[in-house]
């Protein structure tokens, strides 16, 4: 094929990744704990390696029976998972409601009887800066990579990228505290977003610590087979999963956003694991709640009682709409397309001055601290501004202030400010036309865009689901307002058919999602008949947000570097040949060689994995005259030889006494994930350098392979399928000729951008 | 690694399955146009082939804009796809409602008018046996493929299967007569089933009918990425799910059907194209029957009238459950996965039976006949024995006869027979708990097990999903009496609770879905409380279900002998490497050859792809000394030579003015279905023999390839994965040593019954 035409894509798609590259890099300082935006640091899943030769002779001594009982156990750590998730919501729930009731008693104790703006306004800060100090702290100095919703890395790691970290316990607590700083000081992040990451992270959690308990003893070999990469990143999924169910009460949503959003390699096995998950972890989190709040709760049945529709049972009687509304529904996608499409613009160049200016701990927690206290005085001085007075009505709550209000009523922004979000968004939805007025709805509306815009980057725990859905909602209603005034009988009384449509807007405008997101409608508001609307102006509202910009995980994922497949080959690529883009820098070892050189090869290259030749020198690049490594025998990982040189498994014959241990220890070499570990320098007895090692019982004998006249959509979907990190690229005579690895391949998503180009004008990025 | 247990394995594995095919293949008669039952008929679609090196340079041409109009077109596919689906579901159902109609009124007419037994049975056998035999003879005169509920036609094309004849107009249109037949006679079969088969029908005509429309003119260039295997079977999925969405109400239902029983292959974009056709097809179905009744429906609102809810509404004030019904759950789970596996099973035996002694279409009409009168006698005998009498309700339809009842009340099993399965599905889930007495219910739960079983493997189109419900339904209202009669408080006067959970039950006994079917249950009544108990006892019967037999689709796969890929690679399989398993009689041909060797190679074996080799000599067997056939090259397949060689492609060079024609023809080749016309006799004349022909332009220069030490594991993910068709085994020095087809791999789907026989008795089959 064309040579010159390839190498020149191949160059230019390295310069589009440079610059994106260039600004993620400024935020990687070697001393901070900080999380690395470079590309280089993420290296992909190994879903290959795990069945060497040593795993093959285990299951064979096992047999039948062991199949079936692993099959139980496998059975019994989703069920776990999802027990642990719903545990860990309720937790972070009942933590929350205390600290927002504590925060609400104290300000309208201060407001409806002290009658002292000062000091409120005094008391307010603190109730705002404290948590966002500790949720910060947190953070910055323990676990730099728990900021943000976290589904950006659990998009990545299902997609089989290794993320540092993402089964880390302490993460994890990271996380909880992060997130219920965050919602208690008010801030405009939500925690079902951190939900989900911290579903997956329980997964992960789960799945080690079985792995731990059955560390010996006759359940070793029942736990084996679960001991892979593959089966992990399965109940991490699941976890994910049980986290939005649990979150939104929404089991089959929380599947299908698992899959639609999530996983790169699925089977109709894998769906089941993930429903069974999520649909236990919806009411246990449920009965959970129940059995916590039966005392708390008012006889009288009030919207905010605790349902199991998490947007509040939608009436069918009361909520119908007509064909002849179909319009109206696609208006409003396109709207909810368009401000969602701002609001990923305005989060990318926020992102982008945030990696380039506010780049050391001391500058990141002052940026948290300045928004905390933004928020408390936005907060208060459009309570006292806009000083609308609205008569209480007898499904009100009690979190709302009097201030300068006649008795029987409450000023009306007060009850946007010191609801929790839940609150908020049900009496958006259900509260009839007259609750709110237009002003103090867009003032809602436009401060909380604002917002959420702020806290979304702060190094919290943020997530950006209910304040996208309570902007849309806001809207929705206003929109309602406005129709109800031109045509009162098309809505009747009830705007929360509209609210509930802007809300869907808003969110699917900014991240994009249609089918998970329609289902998750559907569940949390009982209704099923609302289906059609609800697909239009999500369908809309991903293709108007698409025209403009990419989703907002999307976008933060390209500003992360990680190299992310996305579902298809790129178009227009199928001429394009391995030769093109494989990396001709090789690192290929002989399958018999001495301990000091292979010491030598590892300590001085960087590369993961080494395809084993047939060949008595060992190439690390070749020159010009060799154009070729030598015969393909097979194929080895860094982490492997590591525990073959630590171990010193070349002493010894692979079969002894020592055997399980052995084949364990290899076994678990194949999921290190730590670098550190990875790529510290080994030491061998300078006696021992001469001493020579068949690499042949270690190795992967039979890895994938393409040959170099394979094109890109054909490698891109091996890849993307099998889960793979590197391949083997192969001539005519089988000699190792290139590799292949994830990042090669990750350059194409840009095409895009080209694509784009060609039609109109050039995108924000 | 061990040759001699791997071959053992392997030919245990063939003797299986030649056991299997034994008792199928009896039903292939050459003559006859009945679908052969054979093994080997069955070939696997071709993912991989259609990206040849001509398909590449066409893309070249085209660019960024042709793609963008591409996708647009192809949206617009699915949208037309959706549409038709549903006229075509509301055509069948119009004719079946008018049909029943008409037999109902003349039967009553005969009843309460004439009260003449004997009058009442001939026209009874009438109504039945004449629709019964137009229905079958259409089938076995016009298209025998057109038999049974087509599910499995269905699940096998989305594995990767080519099934012959799955996109004929004249299937599709036999479809429609035979299940309308089935419908109005009666019979214990449903059109739920044959409507997802029609669906996927519809959808495969409908993109050859755009396909085309665009074979010539500009649009040849926007439509020529959507001409190949993948873009039609992700069509036909669609299609699939449009079908059973139109048939239940249920969008998210039939994308998650058609996610879980069919497709191996799946990306997030296919699962929004899948979703947006269903969603479209669901209520332009709706809003066609609107139309087309509302001058019909009485205006008083009974739970038969047409509703969104296929099952009804079910209202949540009234149905509700507690924590401590979970036993009864269970129970209901583990009842209805018994009666489940004893369906299968003598539908197993029933399709044994049928193979061995109903061979001829004689017989076979004639059996279709028997039916059909043992149906109509069955119905009068039991109303006339069981004259059990019933208040007439305020809901009660018009459907029912007064037999010997006094005035004001009717025949109480008459109004099972004479409703419609939609109607008594209503009535069994909505009816108060007297509606029905326990005696009645229980003799038609067990005559209609009896005619449904007898129904299903007729040479008619009949489904099993409304009768499975029907029965489960019936023994679940059972239940809920005699759980009322013991303790009334649980269940109020509302037996549809229990009603609905047996109808889950009972179908998710014999069709082993779990998710889909919970979210159809959650669709088709509205409900969405009710998630968890269907979940429980869905979950329940697939697992009691699993212990006994597999589910009624894969036990009529399996019998069909289609070379079906399960979703995960067999257990214990790791040890055995492709050369254990592949098949070495190998055609490999060189790449420069005389047209007159490469005929007589087509017409004298049976192969349909051929490895390319550079070797001088052509080996289509190895002798023991040559161990290889030399050089892998390519892969070509019979279809493209078949082209090359009827269109004379050889005398011409490749670039001249007829090269978009040349092209066509070559792409076209990789999806042609029909054997007759793949492996006819090729004819060229003496003179052109020997004009030496260069495969190199035409062939697939970067075949997916493995190495001969590659695991079954391995291989079996990349065929499951990627759809593949064949892989060429090479060895180390790249020279081709064998091939696997699906075939190969479809044996080992054997494994569970090992597994099982070494933990119980040994299953049925």
Redesign the interface.
């Known amino acids: 094929m064309s040579g010159v035409g390839c190498m020149n894509h191949n160059r230019e798609g390295s310069n589009l990744s440079t610059t994106s590259n260039a600004l993620a890099a400024v935020n990687s300082k070697p001393r901070s704990h900080s999380i690395n935006y470079v590309s280089s640091d993420y290296e992909s899943l190994d879903y290959?390696h795990y069945?060497s030769e040593l795993?093959?002779?285990e299951?064979?001594l096992n047999?039948?029976?062991t199949?079936?009982a692993t099959n139980v156990i496998r059975w019994l750590i989703y069920f776990s998972i999802a027990i642990c998730t719903a545990a860990v919501g309720i937790f972070i729930d009942t933590i929350i409601e205390y600290l927002c009731n504590w925060k609400f008693q104290s300000i309208r104790n201060c407001i409806d009887v002290k009658h002292s703006t000062m000091e409120c306004l005094i008391i307010w800060i603190l109730f705002t800066v404290i948590p966002t100090i500790i949720g910060c702290c947190v953070v910055l100095f323990m676990e730099p990579s728990a900021a943000g919703s976290g589904i950006p890395f659990v998009i990545s790691y299902l997609n089989g990228v290794r993320i540092p970290r993402m089964t880390a316990v302490r993460c994890l607590l990271v996380k909880v505290i992060s997130v219920i700083c965050v919602c208690a000081a008010g801030l405009g992040g939500g925690k079902e977003g951190p939900l989900i990451h911290i579903g997956a992270m329980v997964g992960g959690s789960v799945v080690e610590a079985w792995w731990k308990g059955f560390r010996s003893g006759p359940g070793r070999k029942i736990i084996g087979?679960l001991q892979n990469d593959q089966e992990r990143r399965d109940m991490m999924a699941a976890g994910a999963a049980a986290g939005l169910s649990a979150a939104f009460g929404s089991?089959?949503g929380g599947?299908l956003m698992s899959?639609?959003?999530g996983t790169s390699?699925?089977?109709?096995?894998l769906?089941?694991k993930v429903?069974?998950c999520a649909?236990i972890a919806?009411?246990t989190y449920n009965?959970g709640k129940n059995i916590l709040y039966t005392n708390n709760t008012n006889p009288s049945e009030s919207v905010h009682s605790k349902s199991?529709?998490f947007f509040g049972?939608f009436n069918?009687n009361t909520i119908y709409f007509s064909?002849s509304e179909f319009p109206i529904f696609i208006i409003f996608g396109i709207f909810g397309g368009v401000l969602g499409a701002l609001f990923v613009n305005i989060n990318y160049r926020l992102s982008i001055f945030r990696m380039k200016h506010i780049i050391s701990n001391r500058k990141k927690l002052l940026e948290s601290v300045f928004v905390a206290v933004f928020v408390a005085i936005v907060n208060l001085t459009t309570m006292i501004l806009l000083n609308n007075c609205q008569k209480k009505l007898e499904i009100s709550s009690f979190n709302v202030v009097q201030m300068f209000c006649p008795a029987g009523s409450y000023n009306e922004i007060s009850s946007f400010w010191l609801h929790t979000q839940e609150e908020n968004i049900r009496s958006l939805f259900h509260y009839p036309i007259e609750a709110y007025s237009i002003f103090s709805l867009l003032v809602y509306c436009v401060t909380y865009f604002i917002l959420t815009e702020l806290t979304v980057g702060l190094n919290m725990s943020a997530g950006l689901f209910l304040p996208s859905l309570l902007i849309g909602a806001a809207w929705g209603r206003i929109a309602s307002k406005v129709i109800h005034y031109y045509s009162p009988g098309i809505i009747g009384n009830d705007p929360g058919k509209y609210a509930l449509l802007g809300a869907a807007a808003q969110l699917g405008g900014i991240v994009r999602a249609?089918?998970s997101l329609?289902?998750v409608f559907?569940?949390a508001t009982?209704?099923?008949?609302f289906?059609?609307p609800l697909?239009i102006t999500l369908?809309t509202a991903k293709w108007t947000g698409d025209f403009f910009t990419d989703g907002i995980y999307e976008m933060q994922i390209k500003l992360s570097g990680v190299p992310i497949l996305i579902?298809?080959p790129p178009?227009?690529t199928?001429?394009i040949?391995t030769e093109d883009f494989m990396s001709d820098t090789v690192c290929a070892i002989p399958h018999i060689l001495m301990v000091g050189k292979l010491v030598d090869i590892l300590n001085t290259t960087k590369h993961n994995g080494f395809p084993v030749v047939a060949s008595k020198v060992c190439y690390c690049r070749t020159t010009i005259e060799h154009k070729c490594y030598g015969?393909?025998k097979g194929f080895i990982l860094r982490s492997q030889l590591n525990v073959i040189l630590e171990h010193n498994l070349y002493l010894s014959p692979l079969h002894d006494e020592n055997y399980y241990t052995k084949l364990e220890l290899i076994r678990k070499s194949t999921f290190i994930c730590d670098d550190t570990l990875l790529f510290q320098k080994l030491k061998v007895k300078e006696d021992e350098r001469s001493i020579v090692i068949d690499l042949r019982p270690y190795m992967n004998?039979?890895p994938?392979?393409?040959?170099l006249?394979?094109?890109l959509?054909?490698t891109f979907?091996?890849f993307r399928?099998?889960g793979l990190r590197h391949i083997v690229v192969?001539n005519?005579?089988?000699e190792v000729v290139g590799i292949i690895t994830r990042k090669d391949l990750a350059k194409f998503r840009l095409w895009r951008k080209?694509?784009t180009m060609?039609?109109k004008e050039v995108n924000v990025y």
Do not use: C, H
């Open positions: 290959d069945e795993t093959v002779r299951e064979k047999g039948y029976k199949v079936v087979p089991p089959v599947t899959l639609e959003e390699f699925w089977s109709s096995s769906m089941w429903f069974f649909a919806f009411p009965a199991i529709y049972k069918e064909y249609t089918i329609t289902v559907i569940e009982g209704n099923v008949q289906l059609l697909m369908f579902s298809e178009p227009l199928s001429d040949t015969l393909l004998s039979a994938y392979i393409v040959r006249e394979t094109s959509s054909r979907r091996l399928t099998l192969i005519n005579t089988n080209a694509a060609g039609l």
